[in-house]
């Protein structure tokens, strides 16, 4: 049974850093990306970044561009959203992804497989 499991989120102040980790497990190896999603309170949910399982392809949204880079981690099956710079606005439910699809795949309706997330707050 496919499972997500993202760690890594807390606290921090403005301008501060935290490292997100996703650790996957029963994914088939028909899983084309995985990506990072948030929702923040009375929000929609939107799109952060993803990065192809071959690594071969990245993508964030404006929002983070230049300050969030995501990775596949050393472990195997694990994808690292390293966020520096933070911000007020980034404090959200930060939700780990995985998708087959390899269309539109900064759609959430593209993910098949989601994470049950953790929380970020960055205090100004």
């Known amino acids: 049974q496919a499972q997500l499991v993202e760690s890594g989120g807390g606290l921090v102040q403005a301008g501060g850093s935290l490292r997100l980790s996703c650790a996957a497990s029963?994914?088939?190896?028909?899983?084309?990306?995985m990506g990072w999603f948030r929702q923040a309170p009375g929000k929609e949910p939107e799109f952060v970044a993803y990065?192809?399982?071959?690594?071969?392809?990245?993508d964030y949204s404006d929002s983070v561009k230049g300050r969030f880079t995501i990775s596949r981690g050393n472990a195997k099956n694990t994808v690292l959203l390293q966020m520096n710079s933070l911000k007020p606005e980034d404090t959200a439910v930060y939700y780990c992804?995985?998708?087959?699809?390899?269309?539109?795949?900064?759609?959430?309706?593209?993910?098949?497989?989601w994470g049950q997330g953790t929380q970020v707050t960055v205090s100004s």
């Open positions: 990065i192809t399982w071959s690594g071969g392809s990245i």
């Open positions: 029963g994914l088939t190896s028909n899983v084309y990306a």
């Open positions: 992804a995985a998708t087959t699809n390899a269309m539109r795949i900064t759609s959430r309706s593209a993910y098949d497989y």
